[in-house]
């Protein structure tokens, strides 16, 4: 229980590179009263920053805030399929979410209720006046100060509702054990009410971005944040507005039924505003119209990361970020590159070790799914595909002799080199590739070669292995993938009449041949089963396969205000608006010409046979600007056209605002694969539930919404059909049950079972 005593932390764990307003000191001794100090207050409110790093920094993070959408997977098969066994008030999600709320571990108090904690001690100490130096000499900068303080928490505050529903708020902050656990949660209306209040007045009082010196201060809160944030959560309360009534557990008096199996949605009732849509687009339209805020003009900008170039990281359509450093990162620092990533390491096709210039290893947390995917409609249009997800890798060794600090990879040997260690063409495949695709085949590194049976494969320059994520109806067939000059790894195969689903490589006989009696996905999903994440790759990382990530992410986008703005003006009926919004986010991710699409997109990737013969050609460069084939109009959420039918929405969604919705929800989604943010945004928009139980099919119980496959293992795979046990209040996570019972009454007394059952989510 001591996670949750919300002792006062000194905030001293230290931060470098360039966000110097993040720069500690330690100090020998310290008492309460340090923080009255201008130095140890401005320490404590640096310290409530981390806020936004505690998802961050270990499993928790990953598992909480992606494995509950409908486009992404865990690794795990039991958490994936939400089996009963995971899903429970004393299982891994229980723990991984309670864990984020506060965990006592290597002498820190870590998580959102500490840092609550710090917060109020903050907050207090400057209403009450009893703050020295610069805090009691200019009411300004106390302000100023103080909004931070008040946008940290609410950020907290938020974070904890989106997990729980409603919470128990701490009004005061505490140095030592309570009288009592006596934890009263308090209602989401007022949760928004108290964050939303604090926004507006952390709104008036921060620094505009042009005012900070983004030298020393960049990261900290800014007047274009507030905004942002406020715009979120004024949207989010109109969308949750419906869910007031007993029907859905909210009782007349604000509190929940938690027996009710409807209170899931009831918990989404935030209250009930007429003005919010309205609140919405005015805060949106203060970042969006600001001036200094830009959509980046290549995607690829945001997440590009080079050896020692962190420009990414002060782009401008960065609103928010969650600053990293090269070192000193508190518990673990950043370590999402190890979540998300997928498996590219095998001597059989030449990347016999990690790169500094690629992913590091990969843990248990999961991939993207089918859904996540497919959601790139047009992947020849829509770079975000190319540019989110790894598709394709070239043979490549690890540059440098230090397996701490970052070298630029070196080439693979020569494919005829004695070193050379990639699988060998057999006579099938050489002949296949001699006859069907080399007199086609210009890439620089392959030199026109002829394709001899027993050499090897793939050499210096040459491409190692490739996703092409396609569908049952397009599958490539066996002998097109093995006569490519590297490895095929495809979502569906066909062999005559056999279609077989992520069937997974067998090297032998320093060959490779399919296995058609396997399966790499779904419940049995293999380290290369699909494309990995791109996105927080870092070759700056502590070691060349460490987790030790030195990058920021970002929280706010601009790309996500346009969208919130977009949502907003469409639930007013105002969809001429909402397009242009739309649009704004969709032509950016548009290829342009000139530009380069990735030898798969281009060549095996279904859709490249509309590409022209040059951009087919090596070096695939873009001829035709993609943009109009990225611009939408209403007709995406008609429910009858072509553009519509096309972005699948679950069947529950039969009108016209609430296929809107799921359009913006796909587009999200597509932007911010990846990004916690899309979590977010599903989870309040009420539509989490019918999406998992649509479009993720580990989750859903649903029957024939997916492709049969022949490739079977005693009889399971890919079978057409949902595998899961998703539950509609899986949308809200569990409280631990060691926190239940400890929870007492006012007087300290515990809880008897009939109030822990009232008090915990229904459903566990």
Not at 167 to 172: A, G, L, N, R, T
Request: charged share 20%; hydrophobic share 30%; aromatic share 14%.
């Amino acid at each position: 229980m001591k996670k949750y005593i919300l002792l006062s932390i000194i905030a001293m764990g230290g931060f470098s590179c360039t966000d110097n307003f993040l720069e500690e000191k330690m100090v020998a001794t310290i008492t309460q009263d340090y923080f009255n100090t201008e130095i140890g207050l401005e320490q404590l409110i640096t310290g409530t920053y981390d806020a936004f790093r505690v998802s961050k920094q270990y499993y928790q993070g990953p598992v909480t805030f992606l494995c509950g959408t409908d486009n992404f997977n865990s690794r795990i098969a039991n958490q994936a399929l939400f089996s009963a066994s995971e899903w429970n008030s004393g299982g891994t999600i229980a723990d991984r979410a309670n864990n984020l709320c506060g965990e006592y571990t290597s002498n820190s108090l870590l998580g959102y209720y500490p840092i609550i904690n710090n917060c109020n001690r903050a907050i207090q100490t400057i209403r009450n006046n009893e703050a020295l130096g610069k805090f009691a000499e200019d009411q300004a900068y106390a302000d100023r100060r103080l909004s931070e303080t008040l946008f940290n928490r609410a950020y907290a505050l938020y974070i904890l509702n989106t997990m729980y529903g409603d919470v128990y708020v701490p009004e005061s902050y505490t140095t030592e054990l309570p009288g009592n656990y006596n934890y009263i949660r308090q209602t989401s209306e007022n949760i928004y009410k108290l964050i939303i209040g604090d926004l507006r007045f952390a709104y008036e009082n921060l620094p505009d971005v042009n005012e900070l010196n983004l030298a020393n201060d960049y990261g900290r809160a800014t007047k274009g944040a507030a905004a942002h944030f406020l715009a979120k959560l004024y949207l989010q309360r109109a969308q949750g507005a419906k869910y007031g009534s007993t029907e859905y557990g909210r009782q007349t008096d604000g509190s929940i039924d938690n027996t009710n199996e409807k209170s899931y949605l009831g918990m989404l009732y935030k209250g009930n505003a007429g003005s919010d849509l309205d609140s919405c687009i005015f805060f949106a339209s203060r970042v969006i119209n600001h001036g200094y805020y830009q959509l980046e003009s290549n995607y690829a900008k945001l997440f590009s990361h080079p050896l020692n170039d962190y420009s990414n990281e002060t782009s401008r359509e960065i609103i928010q970020p969650c600053l990293y450093a090269t070192s000193e990162n508190g518990r673990y620092g950043n370590r999402i590159l190890v979540y998300i990533g997928a498996g590219y390491t095998n001597a059989a096709w030449g990347i016999p070790d990690f790169v500094w210039e690629g992913p590091t290893k990969v843990d248990l947390t999961g991939l993207t799914n089918d859904f996540g995917y497919d959601l790139y409609v047009n992947k020849h249009a829509d770079s975000r595909y190319q540019k989110s997800f790894h598709l394709e890798f070239k043979t490549a060794l690890r540059g440098g002799s230090s397996t701490t600090s970052g070298s630029p990879n070196e080439d693979y040997y020569a494919y005829n080199s004695s070193s050379n260690a990639t699988v060998v063409w057999t006579k099938e495949m050489a002949d296949y590739f001699n006859e069907h695709i080399r007199p086609a085949y210009t890439r620089e590194s392959w030199g026109g070669r002829q394709a001899v049976e027993g050499e090897h494969k793939m050499g210096r320059g040459d491409l190692a292995f490739v996703h092409v994520e396609n569908t049952k109806e397009t599958a490539i067939d066996v002998r097109e993938a093995l006569g490519q000059p590297f490895v095929v790894m495809a979502r569906w195969l066909k062999d005559g009449d056999k279609y077989y689903y992520r069937a997974p490589i067998e090297t032998t006989n320093a060959t490779y041949s399919y296995k058609s009696n396997e399966y790499v996905g779904l419940d049995k999903t293999g380290s290369t089963a699909s494309p990995g994440s791109l996105k927080y790759d870092d070759p700056n990382r502590a070691s060349f396969n460490g987790s030790g990530g030195t990058r920021d992410i970002p929280v706010f986008r601009l790309a996500e205000t346009y969208l919130l703005r977009a949502e907003a003006y469409g639930r007013k009926g105002d969809y001429s608006s909402a397009v242009q919004d739309i649009n704004a986010v969709r032509m950016r991710a548009a290829f342009k010409s000139g530009e380069t699409r990735a030898e798969v997109l281009a060549r095996l990737q279904p859709g490249h046979e509309k590409l022209t013969d040059t951009e087919q050609q090596w070096p695939y460069t873009v001829e035709s600007d993609m943009t109009t084939e990225m611009t939408i109009d209403a007709s995406y959420w008609d429910g009858t056209s072509e553009s519509s039918n096309a972005e699948n929405y679950p069947a529950t969604a039969t009108q016209t605002e609430d296929r809107f919705v799921n359009f913006i929800l796909n587009e999200i989604a597509r932007e911010m694969n990846n990004e916690m943010i899309y979590y977010e945004n599903l989870h309040h928009s009420g539509w989490q539930a019918d999406r998992i139980m649509y479009h993720n099919q580990m989750a859903s119980s649903l029957k024939g919404l997916w492709d049969v496959a022949d490739n079977l293992t005693s009889g399971q795979g890919q079978l057409g059909d949902g595998k899961g046990f998703y539950q509609p209040y899986y949308t809200l996570k569990p409280f631990a049950q060691s926190v239940i019972d400890l929870l007492t009454d006012e007087n300290g007394k515990p809880l008897d079972e009939t109030a822990k059952k009232a008090y915990q989510n229904y459903g566990y």
